[in-house]
């Protein structure tokens, strides 16, 4: 790249490169030149610019130089008091701000249907979660954030919360009234940690959809990595608040990331963020253009229908609803068997997420659908669970043991059926989204191994592990 004027971080390692450096330092591969052949061609590049800590590139963690520059810029631009960069995704951003402002035994407020992150972020800081639950949204048919009168009553009932947490937007970009929840929790002076993982690309001025930072929250993750043009694990942490204590997020940041930060992973942060800084109104229309043409040649697959992009809405997301008692599973399968690789299945829903420019050859994804089309008259139809399954026993949950007491206690693994009404010692997790449908510390609910028999009837992947093998409890 000829001109890397405005992002300095890249031109410092363009500049470097130019210099063709002799390294004695690490990574092993030497520039790219100690490496092998088989695959040499297709990490060449990358490697060129995978360097490390050496005079001119700056240390993430003392930051004077290039990446200084290139962490200011970030600020400027997300208009925010400090930005930083993580090079561990989201999951790093959420268990820093966990841990920079909640410490063991505080009570903290957090939306139930978070990322796993915020739970092990939790866990690790021996906080005592009070879990609000969502709302379910019958218009999109899935569990979206808790309400603010949920909110208000948790707040009404525990004195000294030390935080809220919650997730802004969902997985499926759907946004809601963020700014009135932030003002109940600074009413009462409490910080607001937002999970915006999914919500870099607010910042663009031609995205309806505000930023949790413009809403006046306090701290704010992001993977850039996930809408905007950066590599995997690229996020941004944003401080923008007097209410949270910077050297305490600065010593937990370089406590929880690797103290050798990928370079090219921090070089496309400050790249994303210049695309973003760049990006022109002209781009923005030729996108929704683009982004309607892909739903019109959607709409065409028989068995599904595409959800409406509301003002709550995230329009680079398109989810697809099945229709017709079709499995969104079997439709997933078709379209990935043509070639088609969505983000992610449910039992009912089908999530694609398109990136900021047009790169969809339309007349390819036509052949597509209409090959799905043929395949699926020919599938048996099969029963989706459009209907709501009730997961949350009251609007305000406690876990039945304190993180630490956890930490001695005896478990086992126990039958699904067995394991109603023990106390689950283990998240279980469908994946993806990433979010615990049991909660370690948690009562196990007849109704969320119902539920758990549902998905995996339906297929869907489990972390921690074979959920059919049962579920780790405490004795
Ligand atoms: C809501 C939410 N938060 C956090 C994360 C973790 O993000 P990352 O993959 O950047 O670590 C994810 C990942 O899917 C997510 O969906």
New binding site residues.
């Given amino acids: 790249m000829e001109d890397s004027q405005g992002i300095p971080l890249l031109h410092k390692l363009i500049e470097h490169k130019k210099k063709n450096p002799i390294s004695f330092h690490v990574p092993g591969h030497k520039n790219g030149q100690v490496f092998p052949s088989h695959s040499e061609d297709l990490f060449k590049s990358i490697l060129s610019i995978d360097l490390t800590e050496i005079t001119e590139l700056d240390d993430l963690y003392v930051p004077e130089g290039a990446i200084k520059q290139a962490q200011i810029l970030a600020a400027e631009w997300f208009q925010v008091d400090a930005s930083y960069f993580?090079v561990?995704?989201?999951?790093?951003?959420?268990l820093i701000m966990i841990m920079a402002t909640c410490g063991p035994g505080d009570l903290v407020l957090v939306q139930r249907n978070?990322?796993?992150?915020?739970l092990n972020g939790l866990e690790l800081s021996g906080a005592k979660p009070i879990f609000l639950t969502p709302e379910y949204d019958t218009e999109v048919n899935r569990y979206g954030a808790p309400s603010t009168k949920t909110l208000e009553e948790a707040i009404h009932k525990y004195t000294n919360i030390k935080a809220l947490i919650l997730?802004y937007p969902?997985?499926f970009g759907r946004t809601y009234p963020l700014k009135e929840k932030i003002e109940l929790a600074h009413a009462q002076k409490i910080p607001v940690l937002i999970?915006?993982?999914?919500g870099v690309h607010f910042s663009l001025p031609f995205i309806d959809q505000p930023s949790a930072i413009e809403l006046g929250a306090d701290i704010v993750?992001q993977?850039a990595?996930?809408m905007a043009p950066a590599m995997?694990?690229?996020?941004y942490l944003h401080i923008n608040s007097a209410y949270v204590n910077k050297e305490r997020v600065e010593h937990y940041y370089q406590m929880l990331q690797s103290s050798s930060p990928s370079y090219p992973i921090m070089a496309s942060l400050d790249v994303a963020r210049f695309y973003l800084q760049n990006f022109k109104a002209e781009q923005m229309t030729n996108l929704q253009e683009s982004i309607d043409l892909i739903k019109n040649e959607l709409e065409a697959c028989d068995y599904v229908k595409v959800l409406e992009t509301t003002s709550l809405d995230d329009p680079l997301k398109i989810t697809l609803e099945t229709i017709n008692g079709v499995s969104a599973r079997e439709v997933a399968r078709l379209f990935e068997k043509e070639g088609i690789y969505p983000e992610l299945v449910t039992t009912n829903q089908i999530l694609l997420i398109v990136g900021l420019e047009p790169y969809i050859d339309l007349e390819s994804l036509k052949k597509s659908i209409k090959s799905v089309n043929k395949q699926l008259i020919l599938q048996p139809k099969h029963d989706t669970i459009n209907k709501y399954t009730e997961l949350f026993i009251s609007k305000i949950q406690t876990l039945h043991y304190a993180y630490n007491e956890m930490r001695s206690m005896e478990t086992k693994i126990e039958k699904l059926e067995e394991a109603i009404g023990e106390v689950a010692a283990e998240q279980i997790i469908p994946y993806?989204?990433?979010?615990p449908l049991i909660a370690k510390g948690e009562k196990i609910t007849k109704n969320q191994v119902d539920h758990i028999v549902e998905l995996l009837n339906k297929g869907v992947s489990f972390q921690p592990r074979d959920v059919k093998k049962g579920i780790r409890i405490f004795l």
């Fill in positions: 993580l561990n995704g989201s999951t790093v951003g959420n978070c990322h796993k992150s915020i997730t969902d997985y999970d915006e993982a999914h993750v993977s990595h996930k995997t694990m690229a996020a993806p989204p990433g979010i």
